[in-house]
């Protein structure tokens, strides 16, 4: 199957602060997605993000397919992007998650 | 509102009890999913269905059952043969399967007493 890889593993940001993760995988994919779960489980659908770049508020993705990795940026962070960020990849039948970067936001 | 409901959020199994995980979805989908995660992890896939009446298995479908008898529905069973189940399960649909966005329930955390 389809390796994926988070990095960091943590983050911790000031509130304000702008921050990157990066997510790699080892083969060519279809679908990508980002989510953020947050403190009570909920997984909340981020961006579908095959290729390209896409923004939403003060949330951004980049996936450069070619070169497998995608990106996430968060600018000016608040205490209400605390959580875990997870990057998901299709491998044939399922989504193939990594394990994650815990990002806590401090006031 | 569209969207996946999950049921119960919490769960309770004493040893040898089967119990059984609700999941319903509104969005008109066709594919189905059953994910678990463990503290600290990822989400890893327990079993799949792509349309009404057929289903397979994923990578840890050891211990689980499901049933797929409507469009909207995709109860997940653990068995007692299932030795470690405590854990977050988690329910997705996607409008078809592959290349398609998936979309998650609340979810549902099941404990052992």
């Known amino acids: 199957g389809i390796q994926v890889e988070q990095s960091p593993p943590d983050l911790i940001l000031q509130e304000g602060a702008n921050s990157t993760l990066r997510c790699n995988f080892s083969?060519?994919?279809?679908?990508l997605q980002w989510f953020h779960q947050n403190p009570w489980g909920q997984l909340i659908n981020l961006f579908y993000?095959?290729?390209g770049t896409k923004q939403n508020g003060r949330l951004s993705a980049t996936t450069v397919a070619t070169e497998r990795y995608s990106l996430l940026y968060i600018s000016s962070s608040q205490t209400t992007d605390s959580g875990v960020y997870f990057c998901?990849?299709?491998?044939?039948?399922?989504?193939?998650f990594g394990a994650g970067t815990t990002v806590t936001v401090r006031a | 509102d569209g969207g996946i409901t999950q049921s119960p959020k919490y769960l309770f199994r004493k040893e040898g009890q089967n119990v059984t995980l609700s999941c319903e979805q509104n969005?008109?989908?066709?594919?189905m999913y059953w994910y678990r995660q463990d503290p600290g992890q990822g989400l890893r896939l327990i079993y799949y269905?792509?349309?009404?009446?057929?289903?397979q298995k994923g990578d840890i479908a050891e211990g689980y059952s499901v049933s797929r008898e409507k469009k909207e529905s995709f109860p997940l069973t653990v068995t007692s043969a299932q030795k470690n189940p405590t854990a977050f399960y988690l329910c997705?649909?996607?409008?078809?399967?592959?290349?398609?966005?998936?979309?998650f329930g609340d979810g549902t955390r099941l404990s052992i007493l």
């Open positions: 969005l008109n989908h066709d594919a």
């Open positions: 993000i095959p290729s």
């Open positions: 998901a990849v299709d491998d044939d039948y399922k989504l193939s």
């Open positions: 083969d060519s994919v279809n679908n």
């Open positions: 997705a649909s996607s409008i078809k399967h592959n290349n398609q966005p998936q979309h």
């Open positions: 269905s792509q349309i009404v009446n057929d289903f």
